[in-house]
């Protein structure tokens, strides 16, 4: 499982011009899910991205979470995170979750996120899996994390 995440100030998805989430201060999450991902992988990978502090402090150190900054999130789905390049100048997507299987983590990653912000479901806003979503962004720093369960040794 792959995120790439983003520290922004605001971020938001359409989908046919038709505004369908958006955030303001939080992390825009691009998710990948590989053909091997299981809900325990993506437990794991939830409890990394909400404990990251990116945020800086009253000294401007990254010391904050999403949670201590009041922040929310932005889940997209986004399967080319899996691209595999090395042959040729057009990308395998092999190794991305077949689409029924990946839907479903991505589902659970919704879900499961949204637990975390019981008071404030608002929070956790998310795009649609398999559309062509058209993702907007004011990246703030820039700040971008890349979280990969094989590299986690998860």
Same mark, same amino acid.
């Given at each position: 499982?792959?995120?790439?995440?983003?520290? =922004?100030?605001?971020?938001?998805?359409? !989908? %046919?011009? /038709?505004?369908?989430?958006?955030?303001?201060?939080?992390?825009?999450?691009?998710? &990948?899910?590989? /053909?091997? *991902?299981?809900?325990? !992988? +993506?437990?794991?990978? #939830?409890?990394?991205?909400?404990? #990251?502090?990116?945020?800086?402090?009253?000294?401007?150190?990254?010391?904050?979470?999403? /949670? %201590? =900054? %009041? @922040?929310?999130?932005?889940? =997209?789905?986004?399967?080319?995170?899996? +691209? $595999?390049?090395?042959?040729?100048?057009?990308?395998?997507?092999?190794? +991305?979750? +077949?689409?029924?299987?990946?839907?479903?983590?991505?589902?659970?990653?919704?879900?499961?996120?949204?637990?975390?912000?019981? *008071?404030?479901?608002?929070?956790?806003? /998310?795009?649609?899996? @398999?559309? %062509?979503?058209?993702?907007?962004? #004011?990246? $703030?720093?820039?700040?971008?994390?890349?979280?990969?369960?094989?590299?986690? &040794?998860?």
């Amino acid at each position: 499982m792959r995120f790439v995440i983003q520290r =922004v100030t605001q971020a938001s998805v359409t !989908i %046919d011009q /038709h505004l369908v989430g958006s955030i303001e201060k939080g992390f825009l999450v691009l998710i &990948g899910v590989n /053909h091997e *991902d299981t809900q325990a !992988i +993506a437990d794991k990978m #939830l409890k990394k991205l909400l404990g #990251l502090r990116i945020f800086e402090d009253q000294n401007g150190k990254t010391n904050l979470s999403l /949670h %201590d =900054v %009041d @922040g929310s999130l932005l889940l =997209v789905s986004q399967f080319t995170l899996y +691209a $595999d390049c090395r042959k040729g100048n057009r990308p395998s997507f092999i190794n +991305a979750g +077949a689409p029924d299987m990946a839907e479903n983590l991505y589902q659970y990653i919704i879900e499961q996120c949204r637990r975390q912000f019981p *008071d404030a479901p608002e929070k956790v806003q /998310h795009g649609s899996f @398999g559309a %062509d979503m058209k993702v907007s962004l #004011l990246n $703030d720093g820039p700040f971008t994390i890349i979280l990969d369960s094989d590299n986690l &040794g998860i």
